[in-house]
């Protein structure tokens, strides 16, 4: 088990890499305004231009997981990271280049979490999947964290195109670590064909079955939700802290990167008890879906209350608490679509979970911030959008606790549980 934690390790300082990447536009976003005079719909085109080739690669990538190893898929991955976002340092850079580097990291980033979870199950056998599912989610928490509060002083001593500098250096910097270490584990599905066969092999079944399931539909609409939430709080909480509370650029980055730890405190606390519980062979209380249904419910109901509230105290309270409950979903959606999905397959699962709900990334920043830009106040408009946010993950939740039922659509599409042993030794790269 060592290899199937250094490897959790690493790809967990590749999930905040990527998601620092994501969190420079937004940290960044007054100043490339007023630097480039563009208002906030243009900004709003530039945030969704990441997300232009998102799902489609991510779908497109993930299909190459049958034929590619991960650890090369991986690599390139970082790789085009840091080539998208250098281009940025050079002053003659203006709101073409960023249009234009933002889709290429996208088309770069958008396979990262599908390739990422495909690559740490094949370490891990599907009872114990759901804390490093959790850790890596948490890459996604620590990398708003970390980057908030960096990000905002290189913005503020170094000027905003030294931010995505800087988190291009570091993209080549985990890319060369993991040129060293990357390994496939031993239940990949090519692994396991180099390797003792401790799991038989289980058939192929049909996509369109998997993925017009009622647990697959749910889990996606479900992670869309979630994802909306995110990208929404990625994009225009530091906007919002600044034009509607008043804040500075630092205290709303520290807010936001606060709130990030919030969820990765939510997604590591959920893993643990799922681990938990797995050990012990005891099942959860409820359903697995109606738990994460519930959590993501309750989140919904915290953003409402987030966006109408005049007191910052109660803002505090539902960023840092409630609202991160939302983030169970991701974690609770990734590991029932790979319960219902034979390993071979779910490199392609995985990929086509991450192109539904990273729509969600494609339209909050259009759609807020474009309900922002036409409302009679800027105050106005983002209460709007955090109410629409918060409908989208009450119908979520609610969704989620009725229909997402990973055993009983495995049973019916005839996949077994992944066995609880697997053969020690890793495939190198």
């Known amino acids: 088990m060592r290899g199937a934690w250094r490897t959790t390790w690493l790809l967990l300082a590749f999930m905040v890499v990527n998601f620092a990447d994501k969190a420079v536009l937004g940290l960044a976003g007054p100043e490339i305004r007023a630097d480039l005079g563009i208002s906030r719909q243009e900004f709003g085109i530039a945030q969704s231009a990441f997300f232009a080739l998102f799902s489609i690669a991510a779908l497109g990538v993930s299909a190459l997981t049958r034929r590619v190893r991960t650890t090369t898929l991986l690599l390139i991955l970082a790789l085009l990271w840091s080539a998208a976002q250098l281009p940025m340092l050079a002053g003659a850079a203006g709101f073409g280049a960023l249009v234009a580097t933002r889709i290429l990291l996208g088309a770069a980033e958008g396979p990262a979490a599908p390739v990422a979870m495909h690559h740490v199950h094949g370490w891990f056998p599907h009872r114990e999947r759901a804390l490093p599912t959790a850790i890596l989610l948490v890459g996604a928490a620590a990398g708003v964290a970390v980057a908030s509060p960096a990000l905002s002083w290189v913005i503020t001593h170094w000027g905003w195109r030294w931010s995505f500098g800087v988190v291009g250096l570091t993209g080549l910097v985990w890319a060369s670590v993991w040129r060293l270490w990357g390994a496939e584990g031993p239940l990949a599905p090519k692994a396991r064909k180099e390797v003792a066969q401790t799991v038989q092999d289980t058939p192929d079944v049909p996509l369109r079955r998997i993925l017009l399931s009622p647990t697959f539909l749910t889990a996606a609409f479900g992670s869309f939700a979630a994802y909306w939430s995110m990208s929404t709080l990625l994009t225009w909480a530091p906007d919002y802290l600044e034009s509607v509370v008043g804040w500075d650029l630092h205290q709303a980055g520290t807010m936001v990167g606060i709130g990030a730890l919030a969820n990765g405190a939510v997604l590591l606390v959920h893993g643990l008890l799922a681990r938990r519980s797995a050990l012990r062979g005891t099942p959860p209380r409820l359903p697995v879906g109606a738990g994460a249904g519930i959590l993501v419910a309750l989140a919904g109901c915290a953003t409402a209350v987030y966006g109408t509230t005049g007191s910052m105290a109660v803002r505090v309270i539902m960023m840092l608490g409630p609202m991160a409950l939302a983030m169970v ?49 800027v105050s106005v408009g983002y209460e709007h959008g955090w109410l629409l946010t918060a409908g989208l993950l009450v119908a979520g939740g609610v969704l989620a606790t009725l229909f997402l039922r990973p055993e009983r659509t495995a049973r019916q599409l005839g996949v077994p549980e992944t066995a609880s042993t697997a053969p020690a030794a890793p495939v190198a790269h």
Not at 334 to 349: F, H, N
Not at 360 to 367: D, M, Q
Request: hydrophobic content about 50%; aromatic content about 4%; overall charge positive.
């Open 329 to 377: 979903m991701l974690t609770a959606a990734s590991t029932t679509c790979a319960r219902i999905t034979p390993p071979a397959q779910r490199g392609v699962v995985l990929g086509a979970l991450t192109f539904v709900y990273a729509l969600g990334g494609i339209l909050s920043p259009l759609v807020l911030g474009g309900m922002v830009d036409s409302a009679a106040t």
